[in-house]
């Protein structure tokens, strides 16, 4: 069995710890975040942090890096209010991948990539245009994680668009294999599902 101790973490290799740390919490949702700036320039980026917050009202939440460096999603989630949240599927994941390239913001990674802006409902930020799941959102707030200098964003999801009919279910779930929503393992690696089952409500058995 391997262990590494608090004090192995601290002194590991800068890489090795990064990708030990990275996937050590499970698989990721896989998604790439639209915005556009106030004066219309476009910007999509891979984040691997978009989690569930509560469903009514529907909240998501991501984690933004320190902002140390210039970060257009950021940059334009602030001065819009809206961005969206598009899945990334087992097709465009070397696209999807490459949008963490740092581009200057006058370069849409739309433009370095064969991923397509769509706007849907006059919703202002662009959706991925072969995305099969999408989500308009509204920014709500920002809490500042001290002990690292990220900020936790929280937003409302505004609008839910599914591509395709097979991927809800009748009771409202959206069955993602169906979408071939792909998860990610670490920072670099992609992975496909399979759904093995999907149960009942559980309640404490009875004695
Ligand atoms: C797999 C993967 C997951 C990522 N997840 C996040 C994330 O959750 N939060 C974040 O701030 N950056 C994340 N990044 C980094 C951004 O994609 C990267 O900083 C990108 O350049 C941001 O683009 P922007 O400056 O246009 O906003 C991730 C990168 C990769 C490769």
Known sequence: MIHYTSSDIHQM??????????????????????????????NVAVFSSVTHLGSNPPLIGF????????????KNIKETGVFTVNHIHSEIIAD????SAKYP????????TSLDEEYLDNFY?????DAKI???????????IKENDTLLLVSEIEHVYIA???????????KLQNAATVTIN??????????????????????
């Open 13 to 42: 290799d800068k890489i090795f710890r990064l990708n030990l740390i990275n996937s050590c919490t499970g698989f990721k949702s896989a998604n790439l975040l639209g915005t556009k700036s106030i004066d219309g320039m476009p």
């Open 134 to 144: 999408r989500l308009g959102c509204r920014f709500l707030n920002q809490y500042e």
């Open 63 to 74: 984690i933004l890096r320190p902002t140390t460096v210039p970060r257009d999603t950021f």
């Open 164 to 174: 395709d009919h097979d991927i809800q279910q009748a009771d409202g779930w959206l």
């Open 125 to 129: 930020a662009p959706f991925v245009k």
């Open 96 to 99: 999807a991948h490459h949008t």
């Open 105 to 112: 913001t006058e370069i849409s990674e739309f433009s370095q």
């Open 186 to 207: 670490g920072l670099d690696g992609y992975a496909k599902t399979t759904l093995l089952e999907r149960f009942n409500y559980a309640r404490p058995r009875n004695k």
